[in-house]
């Protein structure tokens, strides 16, 4: 956990220690002892604030995300605008939670990003959809066709069933339970699913996916 706010700090420590099965491994309150971090045991998740003391938390997940792929990175902060959001991102962050929740749905929160999942505050959901349905976003352009489609990552069987289970809005203990399997297991094959098609959330895999034609339009 990269965090300045004492209070804040003391109060998401004292919520993952009552967790059985979570573990506190690092705190850092700035952006260098955040940094400093990154040599120490890889952990599943990265908890990082962005108004640090001496910079900002966007260059620890930048860091982190370069030398952590695998880790997953989620932004508790209290800044709300759409920068800060865009630009962590895009530096790799894959949650986003603005600090006005208790720590106890924090925590819950941690568990759904290790299981796959995206978590975004409801207000920066809304912020991120309002900005693709504006007409003048790239996102929102038809897209010029030249007649060339990028090629298809090499994906399991097992990687396309659980990419399939994914599309359908299954949760990773669901997808387990259907496919018999545990559910680190599953977490696996959602891990190699996003390093093979280089995306961070379950949106970008389903959206990647049919791109490549990996899935029915």
Same mark, same amino acid.
């Given at each position: 956990?990269?965090?300045?706010?004492?209070?804040?700090?003391?109060?998401?420590?004292?919520?993952?220690?009552?967790?059985?099965?979570?573990?506190?491994?690092?705190?850092?309150?700035?952006?260098?002892?955040?940094?400093?971090?990154?040599?120490?045991?890889?952990?599943?998740?990265?908890?990082?604030?962005?108004?640090?003391?001496?910079?900002?938390?966007?260059?620890?997940?930048?860091?982190?995300?370069?030398?952590?792929?695998?880790?997953?990175?989620?932004?508790?902060?209290?800044?709300?605008?759409?920068?800060?959001?865009?630009?962590?991102?895009?530096?790799?962050?894959?949650?986003?939670?603005?600090?006005?929740? /208790?720590?106890?749905?924090?925590?819950?929160?941690?568990?759904?990003?290790?299981?796959?999942?995206?978590?975004?505050?409801?207000?920066?959901?809304?912020?991120?959809?309002?900005?693709?349905?504006?007409?003048?976003?790239?996102?929102?352009?038809?897209?010029?066709?030249?007649? $060339?489609?990028?090629?298809?990552?090499?994906?399991?069987?097992?990687?396309?069933?659980?990419?399939?289970?994914?599309?359908?809005?299954?949760?990773?203990?669901?997808?387990?339970?259907?496919?018999?399997?545990? &559910? &680190?297991?599953?977490?696996?094959?959602?891990?190699?699913?996003? $390093?093979?098609?280089?995306?961070?959330?379950?949106?970008?895999?389903?959206?990647? /996916?049919?791109?490549?034609?990996?899935? /029915?339009?």
């Amino acid at each position: 956990m990269v965090e300045d706010d004492v209070n804040f700090q003391n109060a998401v420590m004292a919520a993952i220690n009552t967790a059985p099965d979570m573990a506190l491994v690092g705190v850092a309150s700035t952006r260098s002892q955040g940094l400093r971090l990154l040599d120490q045991q890889e952990p599943d998740v990265l908890l990082v604030d962005l108004g640090l003391p001496d910079g900002s938390g966007i260059d620890v997940i930048r860091a982190a995300h370069a030398q952590w792929p695998a880790c997953n990175i989620m932004v508790s902060t209290a800044f709300g605008d759409e920068a800060h959001v865009m630009q962590s991102l895009e530096a790799g962050a894959a949650g986003y939670l603005l600090k006005d929740s /208790a720590p106890d749905r924090l925590v819950l929160e941690i568990r759904s990003l290790h299981a796959g999942g995206s978590p975004i505050s409801p207000l920066i959901a809304r912020q991120i959809l309002m900005r693709f349905r504006q007409p003048d976003h790239p996102a929102a352009a038809p897209v010029e066709r030249t007649g $060339a489609k990028p090629q298809a990552a090499a994906l399991s069987a097992r990687e396309r069933e659980v990419l399939e289970f994914i599309t359908k809005g299954f949760a990773s203990n669901e997808i387990a339970a259907l496919m018999s399997v545990s &559910h &680190h297991t599953v977490l696996t094959y959602v891990r190699r699913i996003y $390093a093979k098609l280089e995306v961070k959330s379950r949106t970008e895999a389903v959206y990647e /996916a049919r791109n490549q034609g990996l899935l /029915a339009s």
